[in-house]
């Protein structure tokens, strides 16, 4: 009877350890979704300009909102959401919360001043960033681009206020990260063509080096998500050379791209090299501090099925979205458990629940307040 309720004791105090392990565990390993999406809500015109004449414009922005509503991803990082906000909302709202719209492209609400038509500039940046109303986001701040190129040419760049918002979001368990939602200046294929996209990647490069900077300085112990379209590939913008390899080399923090490292086992391409034939325009990097939480790309997906209407896509981008797991990096895991020192004046037992003498050489447990102690 004696060895019954020593093997029942030794049993429940295991049964504890293991209950506090998995505490311990979804304490300090979670998983988050967050995907990226150039929504493609620009008017069909500017003025005498036509801009986006086959956008999805109000009856498709509703199929999107329907589609994103159905992802349940719990971060929402959108560009060009201009002209059709309520439309791309629509379907969001019961489950996200989300920042400020800054407006849409609307020229008849703009004071335009015809005789000095290069000054023009719409203080919208068509970004806005959603998550799920299990997170919080605690803090939000806008940032323009310091340099642009397009005023009414090479796809329109500097007519609106591009640039990036920094989003610090509380996630549902208490862990922290920071959320980058960008978009950068782009470059119409007929100025690729012609080769006459240079002021594109001047810009594109300048947009590079000063997000690299912002996040440089604004850097803490929480990991970073950089998501959006930043009408980027890796063979023709140096964004390894100037963004990823530079932070790697900082001492502050790792950085990489989720889709290179998930789709094609990490190997960039080379700046002037051979293009990847599906790399995405759209970007989802991120960055570990040398000190804190860590997180690591599980899943990435670029959705070209799902995202279609009557066999065509919905917009001009497809969603590109990655799954995280986050470690707060703040309890060793020996063998599973927590461990300890063995403590000489305690009883052991063998996994068999057998109770050893005092001071016995034959390897087994103890089981002191819940914890597995190995001897």
Known sequence: MKTSRIIHNTIAALALAWCSLATVSAEEKSTFSIMTLNVDGLPGQIYFFNVNMEGPMSAGSERIS?????????????QEDFNYRWEIWSRLFAGYEHDEWTGGIITEEQKIDFAHLQNLKFPTDGLNTLWSKSHQNTSYERVA??????????DFDDIITKGFRRHDVTLANGQQIVVYNMHMDATDKR??????????????????QQLRQYILEHLDERPVIVAGDMNSLYHNDP???EFIDPINASGKAT???????????????????TALADEPLDKILYINPSKGSQITPLT??????GYQYEGKPMGDHYPLSATF???DGKTAVINAVQSQ???????????SGIKQPQNSSTHGVQITSGKKIIK
Do not use: M
Not at 66 to 78: A, G, H, P, R, V
Not at 191 to 203: F, L, Q, R, V
Not at 261 to 267: A, D, F, M, T, V
């Open 325 to 327: 797991q986050i470690t």
């Open 145 to 154: 681009w310091q340099k642009s190129f397009g005023k009414f040419s090479h």
């Open 341 to 351: 020192t063995s403590d000489a004046t305690a009883p052991s037992y063998t996994l």
């Open 255 to 273: 950085c990489g791209d989720a889709w290179i490292e998930k789709i094609h086992g990490g190997q960039y391409p080379v700046i002037g090299g």
């Open 191 to 208: 100025d690729i063509e012609k080769h006459n996209d240079a002021k594109d990647k001047e810009a594109r490069l300048a947009q590079w």
């Open 300 to 305: 990435v997906t670029l959705d070209k099925t």
């Open 239 to 241: 964004v390894k050379t």
């Open 66 to 78: 329907e589609y994103l509503s159905t992802k349940n991803y719990d971060i929402l990082c959108l």
